[in-house]
């Protein structure tokens, strides 16, 4: 564990998304980061082809896994998804409740199990609207590039949200995304 560090993504905007008709959308940012758990910004509504985020997240990161998956996926928040995310996780204890009865989990490991797979779905929801993935090596060149941050930088005064701090990434199928990844510097 030694040599995981902590980085801060900064997700400053997203410009030139595909077009989602006549309508605005609400839209979240999903990040992926190894063997962390996913991470979410907040929904922002009113979104066509550009969103402000203006989003700070904190991974840990080892800089000499090379094996390490980093995607920042752009969804589009579903009107059903708040509903189905509150029962996805009651459902899933239920079914997996049910389902421990005849397994060596038995009742209360299953329902935990299905607790967690249906948190898992809830959280996946939402139409992809774009997506960023880098390499282990992209993200180092970032952490060399942006510099560190002292510890008690994070979330309040850690940067500016000025445009020039930020790297213009592109996205898939289409999009830019202006990005900021620093390491926090351990105490």
């Known amino acids: 564990m030694s040599r995981f560090s902590v980085i801060e993504v900064s997700i400053l905007k997203i410009e030139n998304l595909p077009a989602s008709g006549f309508t605005t959308r609400t839209l ?3 990040v992926l980061s190894g063997y962390n758990e ?3 910004s ?3 509504d009113g979104c066509s082809t550009t969103c402000s985020m ?3 997240l904190q991974f840990n990161y080892d800089r000499e896994d090379n094996s390490q998956k980093f995607s920042i996926v752009i969804k589009q928040q579903e009107l059903v998804a708040g509903a189905v995310s509150q029962m996805a996780p009651i459902v899933g204890a239920l079914a997996g409740g049910g389902g ?3 397994t060596p989990l038995g009742p209360t490991g299953g329902a935990v199990a299905g607790m967690v797979a249906g ?3 809830a959280n996946s929801l939402g139409k992809e609207v774009a997506r960023a993935d880098m390499s282990s090596d992209m993200v180092n060149r970032f952490l060399d590039k ?3 941050l002292e510890q008690g930088m994070t979330s309040v005064g850690a940067g500016s949200w000025i445009e020039d ?3 213009k990434v592109h996205m898939v199928p289409q999009g830019t995304m202006w990005l900021r990844i620093r390491e926090i510097e351990k105490e």
């Open 54 to 56: 203006k989003e700070r």
């Open 146 to 148: 942006d510099g560190k």
């Open 38 to 40: 996913p991470q979410h």
């Open 28 to 30: 979240f940012a999903r």
């Open 165 to 167: 701090e930020f790297t």
């Open 100 to 102: 421990g009865l005849v």
């Open 119 to 121: 948190i898992g779905a």
């Open 42 to 44: 907040r929904p922002h």
